[in-house]
């Protein structure tokens, strides 16, 4: 299967250019008042358009709706086939009904931009781990419309941003993508950004971007969110209509972090006026904790679920923020002896209940997932081939018995909780080297969500069973399962799955020595990446191109050497100079040119689009001993099925009870545990004291 089969190759498949250098200018942040001509030349005043301040209140989209105010009126006149191109995206840039519901608090509403679930929207106050897949869709999409709008405005438009430490940073990561896009299609757009109030979390992120340049010194980020005049809200009610707790949902779930915060705040003094509601003020500050968590301030969000917990009576919730402090303390801080700690805290609060109910049994399936997690994270670290098998064990022991809590329980919270664990099972299946018996569950449980038919369940579906596939050595089922997952996505056109199908498939051709099929696919994924602007995955496709021409004997053509002047200039030069393919090789080994082996799962988060960062560590890759990066010079030999070893880990573990044709051991049926359909199906997980979306913890 190769990247041909992508129906209706788009443009940039089609274009052979492959040279591109990211942009190193085109946003500029002006932290003090100075003068326009000083700070960006002369030719700027001319070109300078003035954008007007946002409210205060950072509503999603409050930044672009001020640009568009200026720029559709100039639109409609001079490129109305651009608004007709793309009046998809204005219908949600600029539709009435935002994200904090019709009518509802903070004042006008703006453009709903990413039309989010109300599922989705409470499930993310459910949760740690960011989901930007979809919201990185939309973002792209609204920044390629602004680069071909904007020039109405000029052909070389400087677009002077007052007061834009109040863009919400929805707008932020669309107008950055713009100077990228941009810059990439060879036009000059230039944003000066007026800083007016002081600093914030996000911009201290963004100047360290590439393509931004600070005037100045920006001023330091407040300890506390900043007043947002006209932000009144009624008093959230645990148990009456959710529209408060789904606007903060939203915010959580756009990475609108600022407006989270302020929804908050205003919520815990109005609820706090009234007196007598613990749980919900508790509720509030673990919300807190989860906005800060997502942006990183780790400390802060234990000191906000301790205080949390410090306030909450009922024990459901109790459990429930115990167990968020132990899931944090596992990923951001490899602490698995204090999560352990709070874990078994979270069961004490659920095992005093005399008669423990539904939102009882759920809380204590979710922490039996948690020591679960905790248990393969210690068995992936020990020394010890005994400690390691047995430390597998427990963690198979610990879903089972979260599993046999939920297994006739009924309710969509248990029936996504059943598919969650069963997902978790089929991974330790694979963490623990038995790929086929993992593969052959995984398609059980899947085949429900996959009857659905709907396109989107396809993609993941292909790709965990390639990964599979390539970790036991089928590279031929590896690349077919690739393939297939190649061909939904681009019928969906989701270019930033596409490209990470593409690299994992032109890995797979590297390990079955298929030069001539890893050329092809790789080349496809570098132009998907330079069109994506993302320049670590440039980097390493590139590097499969160049490895996959220098293994097959190929020489470069003149697209590809192009752009290895640029990104490789040590093994362009060795090119240059006649270099045969052992001096090659060791001139992209010294070149540093590597690519990365297909992880576990697809990455549900876009750091080049988010602009948030990245964890220190991928925990599914730790999980599974996949590394980060791998030298294709350096393969040969090495079965994938051996994988990268973990800390004390020589191979495959055989680790847990074993099983012929399921999941280890006889604990359950074999019929499938989940015979359910997958995340995009499931509705709510209940959270204490109402439905919430529960997502993938793990």
């Known amino acids: ?183 990439l299609q060879g036009r000059a757009i230039t944003v000066r950004g007026l800083v007016r109030d002081g600093g914030t979390l996000f911009l201290q992120r963004l100047s360290r971007q590439r393509a931004v ?88 969000a234990v000191a906000k679920l301790e205080q949390s917990l410090e306030v909450a009576e009922k ?16 990923k951001r801080k490899d602490d698995t002896d204090s999560a352990r700690t709070y874990y078994l805290r979270g069961l004490e609060c659920i095992d005093a209940l005399a008669e423990p109910g539904v939102d009882a049994q759920v809380e204590k ?17 020990a020394q010890d081939t005994g400690r390691r098998d047995q430390l597998f064990q427990a963690a198979f022991e610990l879903e089972f018995d979260a599993f046999r809590l939920v297994r006739e329980m009924p309710g969509d919270s248990a029936f996504y909780l059943r598919y969650n664990l069963s997902h978790n099972l089929a991974f330790l299946l694979q963490i623990t080297g038995r790929h086929r018996q993992a593969e052959d569950f995984l398609r059980s449980v899947s085949a429900t969500m996959l009857g659905t038919g709907r396109s989107e369940f396809f993609v993941p579906h292909h790709y965990a069973i390639a990964v599979l596939q390539l970790r036991r050595g089928s590279h031929e089922e590896a690349a077919e399962s690739f ?8 019928t969906l056109h989701d270019p930033f799955h596409l490209e990470k199908l593409l690299a994992a498939a032109g890995y797979t051709d590297l390990r079955r020595a298929d030069h001539t099929g890893a050329a092809r696919h790789y080349r496809d994924a570098a132009r998907t990446a330079r069109r994506l602007c993302d320049e670590t995955a440039f980097a390493q496709d590139l590097a499969g191109l160049l490895w996959a021409l220098t293994l097959g004997g190929s020489r470069w053509d003149r697209h590809t050497l192009a752009a290895a002047r640029i990104w490789y200039p040590e093994a362009a030069g060795a090119h240059d100079r006649g270099a ?17 082996p297909p992880s576990s799962k697809l990455p549900s988060y876009l750091a080049a689009v988010d602009l948030e960062g990245l964890p220190e560590r991928d925990l599914n890759r730790f999980l599974a001993g996949i590394t980060s990066r791998e030298n294709p010079g350096r393969l040969s030999g090495r079965d994938v099925a051996e994988g990268a070893p973990g800390p004390g880990q020589a191979g495959a573990s055989q680790a847990g009870p074993a099983a012929a044709d399921g999941p280890p051991g006889s604990r359950r049926d074999r019929s499938g545990a989940v015979p359910g359909a997958g995340p995009a199906m499931v509705d709510k997980v209940s959270a204490p004291g109402r439905p919430v979306v529960g997502g993938g913890r793990r």
């Open 365 to 381: 399936a979710w922490i039996l997932n948690g020591l679960a997690l905790a248990a393969a994270i210690d068995a992936r670290e």
């Open 213 to 300: 340049r600070v005037c100045g010194e920006l001023p330091p980020v407040p300890d506390s969110p900043r007043v947002a005049p006209g932000l009144d809200v009624e008093p959230w009610r645990s148990g009456g209509p959710a529209g408060p707790l789904r606007a903060i949902g939203d915010a959580i779930a756009l990475q609108n972090f600022e407006r989270a915060d302020l929804l908050i705040a205003a919520h815990l003094a109005a609820v706090g006026a009234e007196g007598g509601r613990a749980d919900d003020l508790a509720d509030l500050i673990r919300l807190q904790a989860i906005s800060d968590a997502q942006t990183g301030r780790f400390d802060s």
């Open 580 to 596: 045969d393919q052992e001096e090659l090789t060791e001139a992209l080994t010294a070149a540093g040119a590597e690519v990365a």
């Open 1 to 183: 299967m190769t990247s041909s089969a992508v129906a209706a190759r788009p443009d940039w498949l089609q274009d052979p250019t492959l040279a591109w250098r990211p942009a190193v200018r085109g946003v500029v942040l002006c932290a003090h008042p100075h003068d326009l001509a000083g700070c960006l030349g002369p030719n700027a005043v001319e070109a300078a358009v003035d954008i007007g301040p946002p409210g205060a209140g950072y509503d999603h989209l409050c930044g672009v709706q001020e640009l568009l105010a200026v720029l559709l009126p100039a639109a409609r006149a001079a490129l109305p086939e651009v608004l007709e191109r793309y009046a998809d995206v204005l219908s949600l840039l600029t539709r009435a009904d935002g994200p904090d519901g019709p009518g509802g608090e903070g004042g006008a509403r703006r453009g709903r931009f990413v039309p989010v679930s109300e599922t989705a929207s409470l499930g993310t106050t459910r949760r740690i781990s960011r989901e930007s897949h979809t919201t990185a869709g939309w973002i792209d999409r609204a920044a390629r419309f602004l680069v071909d709008a904007l020039p109405a405005l000029g052909e070389r438009p400087v677009l002077v941003l007052d007061a834009f430490d109040h863009w919400d940073r929805i707008s932020v990561r669309i107008l950055y993508r713009t100077v990228l896009i941009a810059d």
């Open 315 to 330: 024990p459901e919730l109790r459990a429930h923020l115990n167990y968020l402090v132990a899931l944090l303390v596992t």
């Open 483 to 490: 393939g297939a997952a190649v061909r939904v996505a681009g």
